[in-house]
Every structure is written in C-alpha cells, then in structure tokens.
C-alpha cells in the first residue's frame, strides 16, 4: 500500500513552495514542535547542540545545512558563504567536523562551472581545518553530473571528501566500481526519491538485493565505507559478512538520520561498531522533511501526533 506512489506523493509536496513557506514560518515555532523529531533546528547554534547531545551518547555526526535546487547564482554564493560560517561555527565549537551538502544548493542547476567554484571554496575552508565533507546524491538526473563534479574535484587533489550511491538505481553498481577504482569514501543509501522503472528498481526486495550486493563490494573493495541505513535486517547482514570476512569493525561505519531508530543506534555502539548520525538543519527543511516522510508510513503516524498535540 505505502509504496512508489506515496513516495512519489510526498516528493511532490516536497516541492511545493507555498507547504515550503507556511511550513518555515510554523513548522519549529516550538521546541517540541513535530519537524523537531528529524531536523535539528534552523540555526547552527541549534545544530551544534544537537551534535553535542549526540557526541555525548557516543555517536559521531555529520551536519547538513538544508538548502536545493537555487534558481539564481545569487542565491548559490548565499548558500556557499553560509557554508563557510557552518564550517567556523564548528571549528570554533569544537564538536566533530564533518559535513554533507548538495550540489544544486551551489549552482548546480544554473551554472556547473560555479558550482564546482562554490564547492572549491567550501572545501579550501574546510580541509585545512580537518573537515570531512561527503557530496550527497540527489535524483537520477543529477547522478552523472554530480560524480562528474566529484572527480573534478577529487583530481585537483581534493581527498578529503566522500560521495553517496543509491542501491536503488539500475547503473549504481558500475558506479560503485567507478568510486572504488579512485579510492573515494562512500555512503552507500536505499535511495529516497521518486524515480521510474526505466532507471531504478521499483519493488523494495530488488533494491534491498542491491544494497546487499554492494555493501558486500563496499566492505572488501571499498575506503571505510558507510552503510547508511535503519533496516534491522540490512544491519544484521553487513555484520555478519563483515565477521565471516575479518573485516574490523573500525573498517566502516552504520549511518542513520537523526531522530531515527535511537534505540538501534544505540545498540550498535554498545556493540563497538561505529554510528554516525546525519542531523539536518536549517530554514529550507521542508523539502527533507518530506521525504523522510515518504520512506516509512511510521514517520506519518509521529507527524499526526504531533499536529493533533499542537493544535489541542
């Protein structure tokens, strides 16, 4: 019941500026408001708390300052410059430094050449201080594009960044090969947009077939991987093919959003693997916060609880 078109239903309100402006202007208005469960905050003040709530449960984390698809270069140099201040906030905080980010908030869909400017400066700001940044991947029709961007920058000697690869889509596993031949970091997904049968898989036992086959290519072949995700059942097999296989449990790391499956996150780090939380934040967190609704039909019934307890 709760498949492709729901996916595709929630990708579709992601896109909708008025839900995107109502929902900047109430969805945080309170500290238990019900975006809160998934997105940090909209301020880097609000996000480095968040890391440190994590820190302090002995997770690591990865911040994303929310932001896509920009119209204008205008607003890409915005996004590039507020960037640059996320990376000083955190060095002057002294939490973990490691960020994500997209490229369509730099450009991307308005000029490739300033994107990859904007991300030069993000990274000249970031490396020098130690950061890790890892280059999320958005729909299908940005997927050849941003590895493009990403080997530009790899090859003008940039190593400290990472990519991310979606089981769900048919070409990922030559991708795969592609990003192990250059020695690259990557986060290995399901796979969150909406996207036809003429790219990717449509039933959830083909995609799930594919992120086992490459997380088993990631553990042996790959540079510390990450195994983004939640499914108790894709955990349980990268554990034990990473046991049958010596692979150590230093060798890799289980990521999974903020807000998601605390009580499994927790349990991996008791367990002595290593778990890295993705916590979002920022004004422009509609758009994530409904796909996040599109992937689990649990994700609805937390919402409507908290709509119901707000308006009570």
Known sequence: MFGAASKGFFNLL??????NT???????????????RFIAGETISEAIEAARRVEARGLTHTLDLLGESVTTLEQADAAARAYLKVVDAIVQSGIGR??????TQLGLDVDKASAIDNLRK???????????VRVDMESSHY??????????????????????L????HRSDQDL???????????????????????AYQKKADVDAAYARMMRTLLTEGVYPAIATHDPKM???????????GVAPDRFEFQMLYGVRRDLQARLVRDGYRLRVYIPFGREWFPYFMRRLGERPANIGFVLRGILGETG
Do not use: C
Request: no cysteine; aromatic share 8%; proline share 3%.
């Open 143 to 164: 997927t050849d594009v941003t590895l493009e961007v990403f080997e530009t920058l790899w090859q003008q000697g940039h190593r400290q960044i990472g990519i991310v």
């Open 122 to 132: 993000i990274l000249e700001r970031a490396e020098p201080a130690a950061f890790f």
């Open 98 to 103: 490691n960020l994500s980010l997209k490229l």
């Open 177 to 199: 090969r592609r990003i192990n031949a250059l020695g690259a970091r990557v986060r290995l997904v399901k796979g969150a947009y909406n996207e036809p049968k003429s790219v």
């Open 166 to 169: 979606q089981s769900a889509l």
């Open 235 to 245: 955990i349980e097999l990268t554990r034990t093919y990473a046991n049958e296989h």
């Open 22 to 36: 109502l929902a900047s202007r109430y969805g945080m208005r309170r500290p238990n408001s019900f975006a809160r």
């Open 14 to 19: 992601a896109r909708s500026r008025i839900l």
